[in-house]
């Protein structure tokens, strides 16, 4: 159906309506004009009516399309938030799964020494209540345990800004984060690196020992403050090395010693 809106009146006057008009003329005795205009209005009125009934099913389609609109996005609103609330729910379990890390004693540092420690496979045998042999709690176990822990650290200390940042991404306190940016930056900064010539190495055993000293004692709520370097640990650290150093050292110098005794011992045997 067109739209009524857009009819045109006919023209009554005209002589394509003359016949019509004569019939109605004498038929009602009235003149030309109150013909017309009777027709006229009888047209407008038959119009009227429908164009209203025209606008009226064009509302009630336009409202069928609103109300099944409407139905639509309330069906997707409560999918949008059965999920929200599903994914929320997940993320809830999830941050309560999340192992939780302990604050710090903003105010104490490493101790001055740190209690030899088993390597980390040990130590899980034990909390699975598993059996491990005593050779990993023994002073060599725990020596082998540490230059593992020392190759790790190495690699470290040219990746400690990529190290950082994935600490932002694993959403750790941002105390803990600044508090490891300042360790590092005094490590760095230490005088030790520029006034010895195992400086380096002496810096790099120091961060491997307190930052695994500082995740232990964090487990269990014993928190320090890494930034603060113990110089105390640091010059027993340095002493250590120097010590091992001057063993090797003294040990070699026995060897060609010996291998000089032997040498001679045979040359004189040899002239007798």
Excluded at 156 to 170: C, E, I, P, Y
Excluded at 217 to 236: M, P, S, V
Aim: charged share 30%; proline share 3%.
């Amino acid at each position: 159906m067109a739209n009524p809106s857009f009819e045109i009146c006919p023209d009554f006057d005209g002589p394509a309506y003359a016949n019509i008009c004569d019939d109605i003329r004498r038929a009602t005795g009235q003149t030309q004009e109150e013909v017309i205009v009777r027709l006229t209005q009888s047209w407008t009125d038959g119009h009227n009516e429908r164009v209203d009934e025209w606008n009226q099913n064009r509302e009630q389609e336009a409202a069928q399309v609103a109300e099944a609109e409407q139905a639509r996005a309330a069906q997707e609103e409560e999918v949008r938030l059965q999920r929200e609330a599903e994914a929320e729910k997940e993320k809830i379990e999830a941050e309560k799964k999340k192992p939780k890390m302990n604050g710090f004693d903003e105010a104490s540092s490493v101790g001055d020494s740190i209690a030899p420690r088993p390597s980390q496979y040990a130590i899980q045998k034990l909390n699975n209540f598993d059996y491990v042999e005593l050779w990993y709690f023994s002073p060599e176990g725990c020596k082998e345990a540490l230059r593992t822990a020392r190759s790790v650290a190495d690699d470290f200390g040219l990746t400690r800004n990529l190290f950082l940042m994935q600490l932002s991404k694993a959403k750790w306190p941002q105390s803990h984060i600044d508090a490891l940016s300042l360790f590092f930056w005094h490590l760095e900064n230490h005088p030790i690196r520029n006034n010895s010539k195992i400086g380096d190495t002496v810096t790099l055993h120091y961060a491997s020992r307190v930052r695994q000293d500082w995740h232990d004692r964090l487990k269990r709520d014993e928190g320090f403050n890494i930034a603060i370097i113990n110089e105390t640990l640091f010059r027993a650290i340095n002493e250590e090395l120097w010590d091992k150093i001057c063993s090797r050292t003294l040990s070699a110098v026995r060897f060609h010693l010996n291998l000089l005794t032997t040498y001679r011992s045979q040359s004189l045997s040899y002239y007798i």
